[in-house]
C-alpha cells in the first residue's frame, strides 16, 4: 500500500541551528516526492520536489531535500533555522497529476 | 498571475445539511483537485476533476460530490453533513495532460465547521 510515514509528530530547534525533518515511503512505481508548509490557518506552500535525476534538490526559503531510493526516504533539511520557519510541514508522494498522498504532518517551533 | 483560490474562506452548518464549496484554479490549470484535512492530520484525497469528469476517487462516501465547469473552476458538495466533516477543505490546480510531472498547487483552503 501507498503510504508516507513522518515519524516526528513535534519538533523543537533553537533559531540559528540545523534541522532535519523525517520523511519514509512506500510507493510502488517510481514517487514523485514533495514537501509542503503550512502557516496557522493557511494552504499548502510548495518549497521543493524531486521527480528524477540528481537526488539533492533545493527549494525556496533555503531549503533543501535528499532522495535516499535504498532507504525510501527522503529528508528535508535547513542549515540553520529562522523563526518565520515555524509551521508545519507536510511530505507527499504521488504519480504526476493524480492524487498525492501526505504524511500526518511535523509542526516545527522555533526558540528564539 | 492569480493563485488557486477558495471560497468561502469559513463556514459554519449544522449536523444534516448540505454545503457547497468552490474553487477556481491558477491561470493555465485544467485539473482540480479536493481534499479534507482534518485537524491535526495530512490532507487526505477526495476526487480529482478534469475535463469535467471526475477522474479518480478517494475513499470518501458518496455524499461527497463535485463539478467542474467549462472554465475549469469546481464545487465541492458535501450532502446530509456529520460532525466529522468539520475540517480545511484543500483544494489544489494543476495542468493535467501528458505530463506527470505536473505540481499541485494549493489553495488556501475552506473551513468547514458542522455543529
Known amino acids: 500500500a501507498q503510504s508516507v510515514t513522518q515519524p516526528d509528530i513535534h519538533i523543537t530547534v533553537s533559531e540559528g541551528a540545523s534541522l532535519e525533518l523525517r520523511c519514509n515511503y512506500s510507493?510502488?512505481?517510481?514517487?514523485?516526492l514533495f514537501w509542503y508548509v503550512q502557516s496557522p490557518g493557511q494552504g499548502l506552500q510548495l518549497l521543493l520536489k524531486?521527480?528524477?535525476?540528481?537526488?539533492l534538490v533545493q527549494g525556496i526559503k533555503g531549503f533543501e531535500a535528499e532522495f535516499k531510493r535504498s532507504q525510501s526516504s527522503f529528508n528535508l533539511r535547513k542549515p540553520s533555522v529562522h523563526w518565520s520557519d515555524a509551521a508545519e510541514y507536510f511530505c507527499?508522494?504521488?504519480?504526476?497529476?493524480?492524487?498525492?498522498?501526505f504524511g500526518t504532518g511535523t509542526r516545527l517551533k522555533v526558540l528564539a | 498571475d492569480a493563485g488557486v483560490t477558495q471560497s468561502p474562506t469559513h463556514l459554519i452548518k449544522t449536523r444534516g445539511q448540505q454545503v457547497t464549496l468552490r474553487c477556481s484554479p491558477k491561470?493555465?490549470?485544467?485539473?482540480v483537485s479536493w481534499y479534507q484535512q482534518a485537524l491535526g492530520q495530512g490532507p487526505q484525497f477526495i476526487f480529482q476533476?478534469?475535463?469535467?469528469?471526475?477522474?479518480q476517487r478517494g475513499n470518501f462516501p458518496d455524499r461527497f460530490s463535485g463539478h467542474q465547469f467549462p472554465n475549469y473552476s469546481s464545487e465541492l458538495n458535501v450532502n446530509a453533513l456529520l460532525l466529522g466533516d468539520s475540517a480545511l477543505y484543500l483544494c489544489?490546480?494543476?495542468?493535467?495532460?501528458?505530463?506527470?510531472?505536473?505540481?499541485?498547487?494549493f489553495g488556501p483552503g475552506t473551513r468547514l465547521l458542522v455543529l
Open positions: 489544489a490546480s494543476s495542468f493535467g495532460r501528458v505530463l506527470a510531472q505536473e505540481t499541485q498547487y
Open positions: 510507493y510502488g512505481a517510481t514517487p514523485y
Open positions: 524531486y521527480f528524477s535525476g540528481d537526488t
Open positions: 507527499a508522494v504521488g504519480g504526476g497529476t493524480y492524487k498525492y498522498i
Open positions: 491561470s493555465g490549470h485544467d485539473t
Open positions: 476533476y478534469y475535463e469535467e469528469e471526475e477522474r
